[in-house]
C-alpha cells in the first residue's frame, strides 16, 4: 500500500453534529470497527420493519417481493464533482465508468446475486470549491444544500477529497425523512475506478456506500451476535475485512465470513458480491422509504425526465462553476 493509508481524515465523531451520518463511513484503515453501535443499528431495522408493515402490512421480505412483482429499479443518478482547480476534476469518462461499475456490481456481473437495482446517469456537474473539496464532511451541509437535486428516488453522489481513511460516507434511507437536504453520497475522488493506484481503484467505494443509501449495513455488524445486519443469508463476521482474508471464520455460527461481500471492508480486489438477502433487503427498504406513493418509481419528475437522457455534455468538466466564497 502506498502513502495513502498514513493520512487520517478527520473523524466523522469530531463533527459534534450530533447527527450519526459518518457512521455509514468505509474506513480504508484496517482494524476499523463498525461505527454503528448495537442500539443504532436495531434501530434502524426495526424501523424498516415498522415502516413495512405500516405500507404494506408485511414485513416479510420474501413475500413483500412477491406481491410487489418489481420490475427492474432504476435509480437516477445525480452526480457532483467537487473539485479544486486541477485536483479532483475527473473527466467525465469517469464518471460513466463508476456508473457502469455501479451496475456491474448491483446486476451480479461481478460475482454474487442481481439485486434488480440498476442505475442511469441523470446529470453530472463540476464545481470548483477548494473549502467543499478539501473537507467535505465539514462542509457537508453548505455542498449538498447546493448541489443536491431531486427527491427520496433520487441518487446524488458527491466526489471529493473525503480522505484516505475513510473514503466516503452516506445516509441511510430511514434518515431521509427527518434530513432530506443531506440524503446522499459522498466518496473519495481516489476511490473512482481506474483514478487512481492502490487497493481500493475499483469504484467499488461507491458500491459500498450506495449500499448503505439503498438501507444495507455491513457484514461485520454487531459482530457474531445476533442480529448482526439483520440479513439471513450473509454469514456473521466478529470484524472488518483487512486486505483478503479468504478462508477467515471468526464467528461460531455456520458459514465462512463474508469477506467478498462489497458490505464488507477488503480490498477491491477482494470485493465481489451481493447476496440474494441483501437484494430483498435493498427492494424492501426501496419500497417503504424511496419509492413513490403507489409503487416503485422515484417521486422526482425532474429525475424521471432526466432518466431519458443524460444532459452530461451540457456541461464539459473544463468548464467549471465556481461557488461563491470558496477559493
Ligand atoms: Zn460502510
Known sequence: MGDRARVRAVPASARGDGCDRGSAARRARPGDRADLGGEQSAALLAELRRALLGRFGTSDEQRLDM??????????????????????????????????????????????????VRFRLASADWTNASDWFNDPQEYEGAMKKRLRRGGRGTLNVFTAAVGTDVLGFSTFPQWYRKHPRLDGVVIDYRALPKNADGPFDRGYTAVHEIGHWLGLLHTFQGGCVPPGDGVADTPYE?????????YRDTCAQRGRDPVHNFMDYGHDTCMREFTAGQGRRIRAAWAAYRSGRRGHRHADPAARRADRGVDLGTRAPGEVRSVGGSR
Open 67 to 116: 406481491s410487489l412483482r418489481r420490475a427492474r429499479l432504476v435509480v437516477p443518478v445525480r452526480f457532483h464533482v467537487v473539485h479544486s482547480g486541477s485536483r479532483g476534476r475527473v473527466p467525465a469518462s469517469v464518471v460513466r465508468r463508476q456508473v457502469s461499475t455501479l451496475n456491474a456490481a448491483y446486476g451480479g456481473r461481478r460475482g454474487g446475486a442481481d439485486t434488480g
Open 238 to 246: 466478529a470484524e472488518p475485512a483487512e486486505g483478503c482474508p479468504t
